[in-house]
């Protein structure tokens, strides 16, 4: 056979290269995820409109949609939206500077371990809706109580894995890092952050979830402003289409400010490939 004939026959014929493929694999995967979410909401509309669900206790996603235009127009839900993603940012901040320096501070201390692991141990076991009466006590029905509850829900899943990815660090490293004579804030910046900082991500990923949860734990408490003060409204007049749009937005925030912290974890872990 000849050498032409070999080079044409398919056996011998140059393949994609492998980031094409990968990108072309990654495409087909994302178009694949979103298959069965189109198909709960197709079968949901169809048992809508034949009447085997009653629209009291649940509306069809075209009304839900209709109705999230409207609020949108007439700047109900972008305010209130707004309202509800500041508190969580707030709460966020807060709590997540408390979890860090804590856990820093536990876990390149024996004593500092000592003096601040078994509150924080018991703290993190208290439900948070049994805490709304007392910071309601405290602190009365202003933004207060609602950013405090939200910074305690952020605080200990950053304080958690931050702790856990300091405590992973080999000693031989922290080791070589004495023997060079580094300082102790040398040690930190060089060794001790790199080193946690795969942990302290993912546990900023899981406070982020756990802000958000908090943030409607937050919002029955009274208020005149914020996607649950929208959602408390809708409930006592049944109006089931708002009850469902600000629901979505809830979820919508989440997954969006996930998305967020991912790619931050992929460039900041880009050293690990």
């Known amino acids: 056979m000849s050498t032409t004939a070999l080079a044409g026959s398919p056996a011998t014929a140059p393949r994609p290269p492998r980031a ?4 072309t694999s990654s495409r087909f995967a994302f178009v694949r995820r979103w298959v069965s979410p189109i198909a709960i909401i197709v079968i949901w509309q169809l048992l809508c409109m034949g009447g085997f669900i009653d629209p009291r206790t649940m509306a069809a996603p075209s009304d839900i949609a209709q109705t999230a235009v409207g609020l949108i127009k007439d700047g109900t839900l972008g305010a209130e939206t707004l309202v509800s993603l500041q508190r969580v940012v707030l709460g966020l901040v807060i709590g997540g500077f408390i979890g860090l320096s804590l856990a820093v501070v536990a876990g390149l201390s024996r004593i500092g371990d000592d003096a601040i692991d078994p509150p924080m141990q018991m703290l993190r076991t208290l439900p948070h809706l049994g805490l709304i009466s007392l910071f309601i006590t405290w602190f009365g029905l202003g933004e207060t109580p609602k950013v405090t509850l939200i910074a305690m829900g952020a605080c200990f899943p950053l304080y958690l894995n931050t702790l856990g ?4 660090i080999d000693r031989k490293v922290l080791e070589a890092a004495r023997s060079m004579h580094l300082t102790h ?6 060794v001790v952050i790199p080193g946690a900082l795969p942990q302290t991500l993912t546990g900023l990923r899981q406070s982020l979830g756990i802000a958000w949860l908090s943030l409607i734990v937050a919002e029955t408490i009274p208020t005149d402003a ?3 003060h929208l959602i408390n409204e809708a409930r006592e007049f049944l109006q089931v289409d708002v009850i469902v749009v600000g629901l979505a937005v809830y979820a919508a925030l989440g ?3 996930d998305a967020i912290v991912r790619h931050l974890e992929r460039k900041a872990l880009a050293w690990r490939a």
């Open 20 to 23: 094409a493929r990968r990108r």
């Open 165 to 168: 990815g300091i405590r992973g």
């Open 185 to 190: 804030r040398q040690q930190i910046r060089h």
């Open 226 to 228: 914020g996607l649950g």
């Open 255 to 257: 997954l969006t400010t």
